[in-house]
């Protein structure tokens, strides 16, 4: 769908788990999530950090749709291992 | 005795060349033109028992038309096999008779084959299901070209299975269960055992081949965007008012979220069946994140977010129905001002 | 070294004493059901399925081959003894039979066999002498205890049934090494992706849950010796059920072979992550055993719908980029008409594709004069015994990941 979208113009940020099938596809802005359950949020941390998560989240897919991209490519939110608990 | 019907245009059926492309589809009683070949090529297998002829030109402009008229044509002559062309390189006859082939199987029950050169862009009817043999780029080829034609349609209408590996036609894109002739297991250590050694092997499953998209172009300032939210995680308001199917969507749907603060839980839910949606359903903006982007939207960081969102489930929904979905919901935005999507997956 | 008994069932009878002679089967139920006997299962009752018989079976949760050992040792250990690492000793097997535990159970998805006609065709346990354990619950048991529980007594009665073979001489021996002695062949080994997300789509090893695990050896000894346990009743064809795990054709080939065209390099045991993270560091790290193994090539197979196919691909990718060359096997999703492109995605690495079927491909079956396993299937538009046309994927095996069904799919 995020494709599709693109070709009508629309930038669009998509925020997905599995972000090797992203690519493969075609997506061409794609934002990397914590889980396929729960694409904006991290039920892992308390409520507050959760939250501060999902902004950091939007504000790279802000960041994602006003940038300009030449085919798939990924904005990450956080650095690769980051994520551990 | 096979009832043989061959498809041509009005320049192969000797009428004329593009002075004559408008011509309406008529039938000649036997075989015309490269028809006389194609009969003594059947051999006493089969006969032409008639020829039908249609303009290019005609064909092209009004394809349904055209098509209905040599759908009744077809089914008064009773044909057994249907073959159509070779239409070696030129367009307009190629999609005729790609298009009139794929017709006469899949509407008409009758088998039909149709040859033209693999660039040719009637091949196009392959992936809608017609077989399609290739041939060379130019009549002089017509000798070549025929008998493949004439093969293929026999078996066809003879009912034995084919495959365009061993049948040489172009694939349709149809994938069907057989009975293999060896285990899945020996197949695999062939296989591996090939391509260790560098040998050559044939993979059983064509990698998709995924279009790419021009990325449209980024909004300048989003700050001053109107930003639209969409979701294939299948979060609908509880109770799912518009019943959408927790695995291959037939539809999408839009919800009002004007005024709405966040999604709370137990008053919209996730009806996606391919993951456990305790989680989501404990927070919906775990889907789509509403608290975040109205508090975005009020600290400035984007104008307006979209006064809807829009839902579907996308567990199983095949690609031309997400490809509808997207093409709709784009539309909508764009005549309402939105500049850019975020679209959450699960 | 494992030296492994064959004997050949061709019928079961229930009653009587228990015996294996010329190919008859015949099993003392009041044994049976003694090995049953828990505070949470209600009831269990026998039925047997023949090959060919008119008949179809529901609510089907798991298949086990029967087995026992032949001295010292247990089958299943982790379940019916302490956790001991198997494959040695002598091992009592019974093929052209198999168990299967039938019972309600929340999110079983549902699985079928049909036991003639089209769908008997298609599915691998269609062709064996099935003894079905149909168990029921004690109301108000929780679900998760009586899972334990039914799957424990499934394994005792596999063992119980397995053991009566000990006293017949068997139809076929195989030795069975811990590891290849072959040298100068080519190296090919078995990544065995089995799918552990915990509750009802798990995976046992020496009894406990393979959630958590990183890819790990094993060898062929112990899987037949039932190391490895299915506790997975989602997607019932492209699942591995314990049979499957006990007498995977990948293993069996890759042993067939050793020594003649290949060296049998080793198994890999590698669990499925729901995480891309944790995808990511299972298929680097099977990659790298592999690697350090000396594998030249590997043979993948997965566990599960499409979520795995990213397991399957990643692995691949890591194998390739270490010189380990990857054949991979998988279901497709072509849609109900063959149509839809068979792969969600995919990497270039993948390019050796063993094709187990089309997922999706309707098949119809006649109505049957006998259902065992319950009087309602969600599948079936009318009453279950009626005439069904289904997809593919409920018929137990039909896809199976490992390759005990006999399904591809072809260009058409």
Redesign the interface.
């Known amino acids: 769908m995020a494709k599709e979208l693109e070709r009508e113009g629309i930038p669009t940020a998509l925020l997905c788990n599995i972000v090797p099938i992203a690519l493969a596809v075609g997506a061409n802005r794609v934002v990397p999530t914590r889980g396929i359950q729960y694409p904006t949020g991290d039920p892992s941390l308390p409520r507050e950090q959760e939250e501060a998560w999902r902004e950091r989240l939007l504000l790279t897919a802000l960041k994602a749709l006003e940038t300009e991209v030449s085919g798939p490519t990924v904005f990450p939110s956080e650095e690769r291992g980051e994520g551990g608990r | 005795m096979l009832r043989v019907v061959h498809y041509v245009n009005q320049f192969f059926a000797g009428l004329g060349g593009e002075e004559k492309a408008d011509l309406k589809p008529e039938v000649r009683s036997g075989p015309v033109g490269p028809g006389r070949l194609l009969q003594s090529l059947l051999q006493g297998k089969g006969e032409v028992v008639a020829t039908l002829i249609c303009g290019d030109t005609y064909f092209a402009e009004q394809p349904e038309e055209a098509c209905r008229r040599l759908a009744d044509l077809l089914f008064t002559l009773k044909a057994d096999l249907m073959l159509a062309g070779p239409a070696f390189a030129s367009g307009r006859y190629g999609l005729a008779c790609g298009e009139v082939a794929r017709m006469a199987l899949n509407e008409l029950t009758i088998p039909a084959v149709a040859a033209m050169h693999h660039e040719n862009p009637g091949v196009q009817a392959a992936a809608a299901g017609a077989y399609i043999v290739p041939c060379g780029s130019s009549a002089a080829s017509m000798k070549e070209a025929l008998p493949p034609l004439l093969a293929l349609g026999i078996k066809l209408a003879s009912g034995s299975a084919l495959s365009p590996n061993v049948d040489g036609y172009l694939p349709r894109g149809i994938r069907k269960n057989v009975t293999a002739d060896l285990p899945a297991a020996v197949r695999a250590v062939n296989m591996v055992l090939a391509k260790i050694a560098g040998r050559p092997f044939t993979s059983e499953i064509p990698l998709p081949q995924f279009d790419r998209v021009t990325p449209a172009p980024p909004v300048p300032d989003i700050r001053q965007a109107t930003v639209a939210l969409v979701t294939e995680s299948g979060l609908v308001p509880a109770g799912n008012p518009d019943r959408i199917e927790s695995s291959r969507a037939s539809h999408f749907a839009r919800y009002s979220i004007g005024g709405l603060r966040g999604f709370a839980p137990g008053e919209f839910e996730s009806v996606h069946g391919g993951y456990s949606t305790d989680l989501a359903n404990a927070d919906p903006n775990r889907l789509v994140p509403l608290d975040v982007a109205r508090r975005l939207e009020e600290a400035g960081r984007i104008a307006r977010l979209y006064d809807y969102y829009f839902t579907t489930v996308g567990n199983g929904t095949s690609v031309q129905k997400a490809q509808a979905f997207a093409r709709e919901i784009a539309s909508e935005i764009r005549r309402s001002g939105v500049q850019a999507a975020i679209l959450t997956a699960t | 070294m494992l030296t492994v008994r064959e004997h050949i069932v061709r019928d079961i009878r229930i009653g009587g004493e228990n015996s294996l002679r010329d190919g008859l089967l015949t099993v003392a139920a009041e044994q049976i059901l003694g090995l049953a006997t828990h505070p949470v299962i209600r009831s269990l009752e026998l039925h047997v399925a023949r090959p060919g018989e008119n008949v179809r079976i529901i609510r089907i949760l798991d298949a086990i081959q029967p087995r026992a050992k032949g001295g010292d040792g247990v089958v299943f250990p982790g379940f019916l003894g302490p956790a001991r690492v198997a494959g040695g000793g002598e091992t009592h097997i019974l093929t052209g039979t198999a168990l299967l535990t039938v019972s309600v159970l929340p999110r079983a998805q549902e699985a079928l066999i049909d036991m003639a006609g089209p769908g008997a065709?298609?599915c691998p346990l269609a062709k064996e002498h099935l003894l079905i354990l149909e168990f029921t619950p004690v109301e108000g048991a929780p679900w998760g205890e009586y899972e334990a529980a039914i799957r424990l007594a499934a394994l005792r009665i596999a063992a119980h049934v397995g053991g009566i073979a000990r006293s017949a001489p068997p139809d076929r021996s195989l030795c069975v090494p811990p590891t290849s002695s072959a040298i100068g062949l080519?190296r090919?080994g078995y990544i065995y992706n089995i799918q552990a997300q915990g509750s009802f789509k798990d995976t046992f090893v020496y009894g406990r849950s393979a959630r958590d695990i990183l890819p790990t050896l094993i060898s062929a000894g112990e899987l037949l010796d039932g190391a490895v346990v299915s506790g997975n009743y989602s997607h019932p064809s492209l699942k591995n059920s314990t049979y499957a795990h006990l007498t995977n054709?990948?293993i069996?080939?890759?042993l067939s072979?050793d020594g003649d065209?290949?060296a049998f390099a080793g198994i890999i045991l590698k669990p499925e992550p729901?995480?891309?993270?944790g995808k990511e560091l299972a298929a680097e790290y099977a990659a790298n055993l592999a690697s350090l193994l000396n594998w030249?090539?590997?043979?993948v197979t997965k566990e599960g719908g499409g979520?795995a196919d990213?397991d399957l691909?990643?692995t691949a990718e890591r194998c390739e980029r270490r010189g380990v060359?990857?054949?991979l096997?998988?279901a497709?999703?072509?849609?109900p008409?063959?149509?839809?492109?068979?792969?969600?995605?995919?990497?270039p690495e993948?390019?050796?594709?063993?094709?187990?079927?089309?997922y999706e491909?309707p098949v119809s079956v006649p109505s049957v004069e006998r259902v065992i396993g319950g009087d309602s299937l969600r599948l079936a538009d009318g009453p279950v015994a009626g005439p069904l046309t289904i997809p593919?994927a409920p018929i137990f095996g039909a896809l199976s990941p490992?390759?005990i069904?006999?399904?591809?799919?072809?260009?058409?």
């Open positions: 065709g298609i080519p090919g054709p990948i069996r080939e890759l072979r065209d290949l729901v995480t891309l993270e030249q090539g590997a043979i979520n990213t691909f990643l060359r990857a054949v096997l998988m497709e999703l072509a849609g008409d063959g149509r839809t492109p068979p792969l969600l995605g995919s990497l993948a390019d050796a594709l063993v094709s187990v079927g089309n491909e593919t490992v390759g069904g006999s399904l591809r799919a072809r260009a058409q």
